[in-house]
C-alpha cells in the first residue's frame, strides 16, 4: 500500500490533466487518444528503465544506496514544498513548454509531466535490491504499471474530467498530494541513515 500511493503522489495523475490540455491545444480532438498513450508509453518506458537498472548504475559508481534514499528523500521533500506552497508543477511545466514552443506527447507531457523526477527518485528507492526480493520488485513494477494505467485512463477521460474539476481542483489535489509526499520523503531520509549505520529505528 505505501509503495503504491508513494507512486501515485510522485506522479500524479491529476496534476497532470493541465499540461496535457496545454499540450493537446492544436491537436485534434480525433487524436488525442494516440497522444495520451504516446506520452504514457513513453514515460513507462523511462519509469521502468529506472527501475531495472536505477540501483546498478548508482552502485557501479561507487554510491551506497543509503546516501541516495537521504539525497532522494531531500529532493522529494523539497519537490513536496513546491507542490505544497509553491506554483503548481502543472503551472510550471506548461510555462517551460510555452517559452520552448513544445507542444507533444514527449515534453512537458511524458517528461517531466507523468516520468518526473520524483517519480524517477521514488521507483530506485522502493526497489532497493538490498531490503527487497525481486517479488516484492516485481509487485513495485506492477503497481507502477496500475499508476500509468490510471494516468491513462484520466487522460483519456480528460474532456470530461475539466468540466468536474477544472485546474483549481487540480491544484487542491496537488497540493494534498505534496502533504503525503513530504511524508514519504522523511520516512525515506530515515531508512536511509539506518542503511549507512548512523541510525537505529526500532519498530513496535
Known sequence: MREFVTLLVVVDPIGTLPVFYFATRRVPEALHWR??????????????????????????????????????????????????????????????????????????????????????????????????????????????????????????LAKPLKRLIGNTGANVVSRVMGIILATVAVDSVLNGLEAVGLLSLTTN
Do not use: C, Y
Open 35 to 156: 497522444f495520451a498513450v504516446r506520452a504514457v508509453l513513453v514515460a513507462a518506458l523511462v519509469l521502468l528503465v529506472f527501475l531495472l537498472f536505477g540501483q546498478i548504475v548508482i552502485e557501479a559508481i561507487g554510491l551506497r544506496l543509503g546516501s541516495f534514499q537521504v539525497a532522494g528523500g531531500i529532493v522529494l521533500f523539497l519537490f513536496a514544498l513546491t507542490m505544497i506552497f509553491g506554483e503548481p508543477k502543472s503551472m510550471r511545466e506548461i510555462e517551460e513548454a510555452e517559452r520552448d514552443h513544445l507542444s507533444n506527447a514527449v515534453f512537458p507531457l511524458a517528461i517531466p509531466s507523468i516520468a518526473s523526477p520524483g517519480a524517477m527518485l521514488a521507483v530506485v528507492i522502493l526497489t532497493d535490491n538490498h531490503r527487497n526480493t525481486i517479488s516484492d520488485q516485481m509487485i513495485t513494477g506492477a503497481l507502477l504499471l496500475v499508476v500509468l494505467a490510471l494516468t491513462l485512463v484520466l487522460l483519456l
